[in-house]
């Protein structure tokens, strides 16, 4: 491990805890005291959308991040007080990949008007189900979405991208 300013940089020669080079032993003397504290930290999948979260030690983000990617500490991450957040981030919070940090999904800009879906977010998933059954999703990649049901019934269509907060309606078709 070596410092460069603030920042701490793990080298490639430095055995995480649990591999061959350590026996799976842990030893507080071989060890920078600022990476046995836990900080907050957030999963992500690629395109953003959290999928995980909790407190461990800096050293293990890392650990992680250089052997499997997609986490993120996130020391500065409000969620109150307490060891985990009263609500799942994967629904409020996202990964903005391109600045590297952790932020509060913005209300959905899509609309309904009739059976025509509006500002959808580029590219987002649509999910379509009529109850009981599962949801069908769709991949999409267009501002408007003009819906059709080839039967009768009631359907709640969710519309979901990792920067926004999901917006869901209910549809009636007459079929």
Known sequence: ????????????????????????HFSREDTDPRLLGSVRFVRHHPDGTV????????????I???HSGGI????DLDWGPGFM????????????????????KRP???????????????PCQVAIMIP???PTVYAWDA???????????????????PAYRDAVFTVTADG
């Open 1 to 24: 491990m070596e410092e460069t300013g603030t920042a701490l940089v793990l080298r490639e020669d430095t055995a995480p805890v649990g591999t061959e080079a350590t026996n799976g």
């Open 51 to 62: 999928h995980g979260w909790g407190m461990m030690s800096f050293g293990a983000i890392q």
């Open 64 to 66: 992680e991040r250089v």
């Open 72 to 75: 993120l500490a996130a020391p």
């Open 85 to 104: 957040p009263a609500e799942d981030l994967g629904t409020t919070h996202y990964v903005d990949l391109d600045a590297r940090v952790v932020r509060e």
């Open 108 to 122: 959905s800009p899509v609309t309904l008007d009739g059976l025509t879906l509006s500002g959808l977010p580029m």
């Open 132 to 134: 009981p059954d599962l």
């Open 143 to 161: 501002p408007v979405l003009d819906l059709e049901f080839e039967h009768p019934g009631t359907y709640t269509v969710t519309v979901r991208a």
